[in-house]
């Protein structure tokens, strides 16, 4: 069984920007350059991923005609997509304070789309989706004030759904992807990743035996950690599913009108009569915020505070510039 992943956009499109940012003649002179794109993708495909659905027009040449990737890319359904953010936008549009998000430092409309858009998505096609923003109910607190009231605990009902559970995967060292990519390739060709990788596929195979499967996967990502060591790390990733049942449908089916319109309510019953599924996955591989900011630390710990100030400046002047 192929397993493949939904990535939006709005990851792609921040892995480029922080790329073009992080492999900047100032971060040059202090580090080696990073390839944030292959980064992800390397550690999806070792956690079982073996195709990637997302909008090819978002990714950049190199990576997209790479030979080990090109064949593993699958352009978006396009027309499930713009039903999504159609939807998606509705909701945001009578139910979210645009004005005051523009005033934080850090707006989180675009983000928050997205989600809903991602989400809605995937309840469409039935593919799993990268989600590293909000993928517990916690993660919607620090928005509740630019949220109408009907919104939250609509969100807040819909996140007791979600089941997360965490398990070992294979992620390669990036020193290998920097310098061996071959040693990359022959790994996942061997006999004991096709072991690891079929273990990983039983997460979707037989749902019902969740605690064997993950031991079963716990076991062979450490022979395969053994046989490799010094090429690949063992973590812990968040596999997460909406679990729907009727009690909780009942929140949103029971009421006359739902914040959500009638396509939430039929995305529940879908989850509900099990026609649909929804699954993501916590990867901070593609948090792109939260790479740039380690991003920006390493850079201040190899040269010091001036050589974010000389970025910091040379940035100023190129935007000054366009």
Same mark, same amino acid.
Do not use: C
């Given at each position: 069984?192929?397993?493949?992943?939904?990535?939006?956009?709005?990851?792609?499109?921040?892995?480029?920007?922080?790329?073009?940012?992080?492999?900047?003649?100032?971060?040059?002179?202090?580090?080696?350059?990073?390839?944030? $794109?292959?980064?992800?993708?390397?550690?999806?495909?070792?956690?079982? *991923?073996?195709?990637?659905?997302?909008?090819?027009?978002?990714? !950049? !040449?190199?990576? +997209?005609?790479?030979?080990?990737?090109?064949?593993?890319?699958?352009?978006?359904?396009?027309?499930?997509?713009?039903?999504? +953010?159609?939807?998606?936008?509705?909701?945001?549009?009578?139910?979210?304070?645009?004005?005051?998000?523009?005033?934080?430092?850090?707006?989180?409309?675009?983000?928050?789309?997205?989600?809903?858009?991602?989400?809605?998505?995937? *309840?469409?096609?039935?593919? !799993?989706?990268?989600?590293?923003?909000?993928?517990?109910?916690?993660?919607?607190?620090?928005?509740?004030?630019?949220?109408?009231?009907?919104?939250?605990?609509?969100?807040?009902?819909?996140?007791?759904?979600?089941? *997360?559970?965490?398990?070992?995967?294979? *992620? !390669?060292?990036?020193?290998?992807?920097?310098?061996?990519?071959?040693?990359?390739?022959?790994? #996942?060709?061997?006999?004991?990743?096709?072991?690891?990788?079929?273990?990983?596929?039983?997460?979707? =195979?037989?749902?019902?035996?969740?605690?064997?499967?993950?031991?079963?996967?716990?076991?062979?990502?450490?022979?395969? $950690?053994?046989?490799?060591?010094?090429?690949?790390?063992?973590?812990?990733?968040?596999?997460?599913?909406?679990?729907?049942?009727?009690?909780?449908?009942?929140?949103?089916?029971?009421?006359?009108?739902?914040?959500?319109?009638?396509?939430?309510?039929?995305?529940?019953?879908?989850?509900?009569?099990?026609?649909?599924?929804?699954?993501?996955?916590? #990867?901070?591989?593609?948090?792109?915020?939260?790479?740039?900011?380690?991003?920006?630390?390493? +850079?201040?710990?190899?040269?010091?505070?001036?050589?974010?100030?000389?970025?910091?400046?040379?940035? =100023?002047?190129?935007?000054?510039?366009?």
């Amino acid at each position: 069984m192929e397993k493949i992943i939904y990535i939006s956009s709005k990851e792609i499109g921040g892995l480029t920007s922080i790329s073009r940012l992080g492999n900047s003649e100032v971060f040059l002179k202090e580090l080696e350059s990073v390839d944030f $794109h292959f980064i992800l993708f390397s550690t999806l495909y070792q956690s079982g *991923t073996n195709y990637f659905q997302l909008d090819l027009n978002a990714l !950049p !040449p190199e990576i +997209l005609n790479n030979p080990f990737w090109k064949n593993k890319f699958i352009d978006i359904d396009r027309s499930t997509f713009k039903t999504s +953010l159609v939807k998606s936008a509705e909701i945001l549009k009578t139910n979210f304070d645009f004005k005051l998000d523009e005033t934080y430092r850090a707006p989180q409309a675009f983000y928050f789309q997205d989600y809903f858009t991602s989400l809605f998505y995937s *309840t469409e096609t039935g593919i !799993p989706f990268v989600n590293p923003d909000f993928a517990d109910s916690k993660s919607f607190d620090f928005l509740e004030s630019r949220m109408s009231k009907e919104l939250f605990v609509a969100i807040k009902n819909l996140n007791s759904l979600i089941q *997360t559970n965490d398990i070992s995967t294979i *992620t !390669p060292q990036y020193s290998m992807l920097k310098k061996d990519v071959r040693r990359f390739e022959d790994i #996942v060709e061997s006999t004991l990743y096709r072991n690891y990788q079929s273990s990983l596929m039983l997460l979707d =195979e037989e749902p019902n035996k969740l605690k064997a499967v993950k031991k079963e996967i716990q076991v062979n990502a450490l022979k395969l $950690h053994q046989k490799y060591t010094g090429n690949l790390d063992i973590k812990n990733m968040g596999f997460n599913f909406l679990k729907a049942n009727k009690k909780v449908a009942d929140l949103f089916l029971n009421k006359p009108s739902s914040v959500f319109g009638d396509f939430v309510i039929e995305t529940i019953e879908k989850l509900v009569t099990g026609k649909r599924k929804v699954t993501f996955y916590k #990867v901070e591989e593609a948090n792109f915020m939260l790479l740039w900011a380690n991003r920006i630390g390493e +850079l201040t710990q190899k040269g010091g505070a001036n050589k974010l100030s000389e970025f910091l400046k040379k940035y =100023e002047e190129d935007k000054n510039n366009r």
